[in-house]
């Protein structure tokens, strides 16, 4: 597991903040690397159900990318609601039971018989999942000094990646290999053997995780003090430079409101990464399932490192915006590059690699932003909000690209859109002077 080290301002770290990070990210930092993975393989595995689909039941582009935008239809609207629901009971049960409960909902996709049950199950499963996000970065919130949050919510979000690393592949595998096997297909097993472990992972953080720093009995007296401590100083600090932020107030906050509109154009790139990528190799002349899961781990590899070196580089200066402005534009530099050179494979994937690289880079950054300025309740709240705001853009992207897909031909047009989206949020980013205000005003 990645050690987090001292950011370099301090001399150094004393004994018992060794300590204690290395705890936290032995103990903390895997089982939330497991539920984001867990929570992004559920959500993106129908990208290799598409072909089977189509073949199964007719679904075109525009179907499969209307079923894709209704997850984040009720995921949008059940964001904040949820957030501030769980956010007055144990974080440790919550959590357990959303685990529990989309899993549950994840394997039942085994039972799509036509675009009706395929679209309910997405809605309920965006309903199931709601609030995950947020929660977690809360809930870390309250585990983590500032200076260690870029660097672990690139850890819990290089989840978002490996699924695709590791998931792509497996979902190849079990396409091609569990095919017919007691009178399922491929797809049916799929749904139904990447959903389970997502159950037996809510009965594990029911048994591992703690609500509190100081009710964790794997950490000693000084390690709970100082830990405790430092939270509860920042969480002091902020609340004496903004005062108590209410909901209704960090809704107009324009700082929030021009990150979620960045996180929005982020999502429509990262997910056209999530759940066009299978088809967009497929289509370059590559059939079998199993060569596309493997040639779909490339760009998403290139996203995970990228990440984790982004986020330290991060940390270390505590400077996020313009390190988000310049993977932005790296990033609709290489949609550009596979849009252009979309018929030849070798120069599609690594536009589509560096593309990748640039926008994962970015996920880190956003999160980590409202944290500078938001302590207690609120950070849940900024960050639901946030998190509401940005998946906009995969709410309505999905099907801006089926449709782009199907009246265009080819993918050509769709990562042209991919481009423009990406260079319009470095644009974004460069201009929201509102958030860099807040930054300066808690120094």
């Known amino acids: 597991m990645h050690e987090l080290s001292a950011p370099p301002f301090e001399p150094a770290m004393a004994d018992v903040e060794k300590r204690t990070i290395r705890k936290l990210v032995a103990r903390v930092i895997p089982i939330v690397l497991l539920m984001m993975f867990l929570a992004h393989l559920d959500r993106t595995n129908v990208a290799f159900a598409a072909k ?9 582009a525009t179907t499969f990318g209307m079923g894709v935008s209704l997850f984040f239809a009720t995921y949008v609207l059940l964001a904040v609601p949820s957030t501030l629901l769980l956010r007055r009971g144990s974080a440790r049960i919550w959590l357990s039971r959303i685990l529990i ?12 018989v036509g675009e009706n049950s395929f679209y309910a199950l997405r809605l309920l499963l965006g309903a199931t999942e709601a609030g995950f996000i947020p929660f977690v970065l809360a809930f870390m919130a309250d585990w983590l000094p500032e200076q260690y949050r870029a660097r672990v919510t690139s850890i819990f979000l290089l989840g978002v990646p ?12 079990i396409l091609d290999h569990a095919d017919g096997k007691l009178g399922l297909s491929g797809w049916q097993w799929m749904f139904l053997s990447e959903g389970i472990p997502t159950i037996l992972c809510g009965l594990v953080v029911m048994r591992v995780l703690t609500d509190q720093p100081k009710d964790a009995p794997w950490l000693d007296a000084e390690e709970r003090a100082w830990l405790q401590g430092s939270i509860d100083a920042e969480n002091a600090a902020k609340l004496k430079a903004y005062g108590k932020q209410s909901p209704f107030a960090l809704i107009a906050n324009p700082a929030i409101l021009l990150l979620g509109l960045c996180y929005a154009m982020t999502g429509f790139g990262t997910n056209g990464i999530a759940f066009f990528l ?20 490339i760009p998403l590899l290139a996203g995970a490192i990228s990440m984790m070196i982004v986020s330290q580089i991060a940390d270390r200066r505590r400077e996020y915006r313009w390190i988000a402005v310049i993977a932005f534009t790296a990033s609709g530099i290489g949609f550009l590059l596979a849009s252009l050179f979309l018929n030849s494979p070798v120069i599609a994937l690594t536009g589509l690699a ?51 897909r199907d009246e265009s031909g080819n993918y050509a047009l769709p990562l042209a859109i991919f481009s423009g989206v990406i260079f319009m949020a470095a644009i974004s980013m460069a201009m929201n002077n509102s958030y860099q205000k807040s930054v300066n005003h808690n120094k």
Do not use: C, D, H, K
């Not at 490996?162 to 595998?173: D, K």
């Open 52 to 60: 089977e689909l189509e073949r199964e039941f007719g679904f075109t």
């Open 101 to 112: 409960v989309w899993g549950l909902v994840s394997a039942s996709n085994m039972f799509v």
């Open 354 to 404: 560096l593309a990748s690289a640039g926008i994962w880079s970015t996920l880190p950054l956003l999160l980590a932003m409202p944290m500078q300025i938001l302590s207690g309740a609120a950070v849940a709240t900024g960050i639901a909000i946030l998190n509401a705001l940005g998946n906009i853009g995969p709410l309505f992207g999905p099907v801006i690209t089926g449709i782009a």
């Open 162 to 173: 490996l699924s695709g690393v590791v998931g792509a592949p497996i979902s190849g595998l």
């Open 278 to 297: 299978p088809q967009i190799i497929s289509e370059a002349g590559f059939q079998s399932n199993t060569v596309v899961g493997l040639l779909t781990a």
